[in-house]
C-alpha cells in the first residue's frame, strides 16, 4: 500500500491527545481539512452499515469544552500554517498540491447538529476564521440531513453560509426500504427529503451520497432510478444542487458484509446518474484498492 493511500485511510478522529478536533488529508476536500467532532459520546440519530466509527470501545469524553475545542482548532491552525502537520506521518506522504487548508469541516462521531451547541461552535469557528484572516478555507457541515430545519441548526447554517460555507448533505437512497436497509434511522425518509429541499431551496447544497457492496449485493436498477427521481424531484422544485459526491466504503467498518463496490460498479452506477441528470456534475471517489 502506498503511503498516499495511508493517508488517504488515515482518517482516524485522533490528534496527539485532542478530544475535539482532528485533521485528514481529504480526497473529496483535494487536501488538509480539520475536523470538528460535535459527538465525542459516539451517540447517533443514524446506524449506517458502512460507519467506521467503534461503538464498541468506550468513548474518552461525552461532554463538549467549547474552550479546550477553540483551543484545539486554534492549534492545529497554527501547525497547518506553519507546515509543520506535513513533518509527521501521514501527512508527510501528501502530495505538494494536497499541502494547502482547503476547509474546517463539522464531522465526527454522529450527526453533528444533534449538538445543541452546533450554532454557538459554528459562530465561535467563524470568528476564528476571520480573525486569521482565512477567507479562502470553507466551513463544511458533513450532515445525514435530519436536523437541517430545526430552528437551532438554521441559525447555525446562516453563520456557517456567510463565511464560506457549503452543505454536504446525505442521501444514500432512493425508496424508503433500502433507506432504512443501509441507513437503519429511525428518521423517516419523507423528513430527510423534505429537509434537503426545504434546505436546498435556499443555499446550494452538495449531495454526499455512498452506495456499497451490502450482504453481496449493489444498489438494484430499480434503486437508481428510484434515486436518480428523487434527485430530479428536488431541482423540479427549486432545489440548488452543486454536484453529487458518490462514493463508496473506504475503510474497515464493523459490518463485515458491508464492502466497497469495485470500480467498474462505481462507474456503472454514475452512467446511470449522469444520464438522468445530465447537467448535474457526479464526483466519483473509488474504494481504497482502486486508488493509484
Not at 496527539?16 to 475536523?35: A, N
Request: proline share 7%; glycine share 6%; net charge negative.
Amino acid at each position: 500500500m502506498s503511503d498516499l493511500i495511508k493517508a488517504h485511510l488515515d482518517h482516524r478522529r485522533l490528534w496527539r491527545k485532542f478530544d475535539y478536533c482532528y485533521p485528514v488529508i481529504s480526497r473529496r476536500s483535494r487536501g488538509l481539512s480539520l475536523g470538528v467532532n460535535l459527538n465525542p459520546d459516539k451517540i447517533c440519530n443514524f446506524d449506517c452499515v458502512y460507519c467506521e466509527v467503534d461503538r464498541l470501545t468506550p468513548p474518552r469524553r461525552k461532554d463538549l469544552d467549547l474552550d479546550q475545542l477553540e483551543r484545539e482548532l486554534a492549534v492545529l491552525l497554527d501547525v497547518a500554517d506553519s507546515g509543520e502537520i506535513y513533518e509527521v506521518p501521514p501527512f508527510d506522504s501528501a502530495q505538494p498540491e494536497q499541502r494547502r487548508l482547503n476547509d474546517i469541516a463539522f464531522s465526527g462521531d454522529g450527526e453533528p447538529t444533534t449538538a445543541r451547541e452546533f450554532p454557538e461552535v459554528v459562530a465561535r469557528i467563524a470568528r476564528l476564521k476571520d480573525q486569521r484572516g482565512l477567507d479562502e478555507v470553507k466551513l463544511v457541515l458533513i450532515t445525514d440531513s435530519s436536523r437541517l430545519e430545526a430552528p437551532e441548526v438554521v441559525k447555525g447554517l446562516e453563520t456557517l453560509m456567510a463565511h464560506q460555507g457549503e452543505i454536504w448533505a446525505k442521501l444514500d437512497a432512493g425508496t424508503e426500504g433500502y433507506y432504512q436497509s443501509i441507513c437503519r434511522s429511525q428518521v423517516p425518509f419523507q423528513r430527510i427529503l423534505d429537509n434537503l429541499l426545504a434546505t436546498a431551496r435556499r443555499w446550494p447544497i452538495v449531495l454526499q451520497t455512498l452506495f456499497l457492496d451490502w450482504r453481496g449485493q449493489g444498489p438494484s436498477e430499480s434503486e437508481l432510478e428510484a434515486y436518480c427521481d428523487r434527485v430530479e424531484h428536488l431541482r423540479n422544485q427549486g432545489g440548488l444542487l452543486q454536484a453529487i459526491q458518490l462514493y463508496t466504503v473506504a475503510r474497515p467498518t464493523p459490518e463485515p458484509e458491508a464492502r466497497p463496490l469495485r470500480r467498474l460498479e462505481l462507474d456503472a452506477v454514475a452512467a446511470c446518474l449522469r444520464s438522468r441528470l445530465a447537467d448535474l456534475p457526479v464526483e466519483v471517489y473509488y474504494g481504497p484498492e482502486e486508488w493509484a
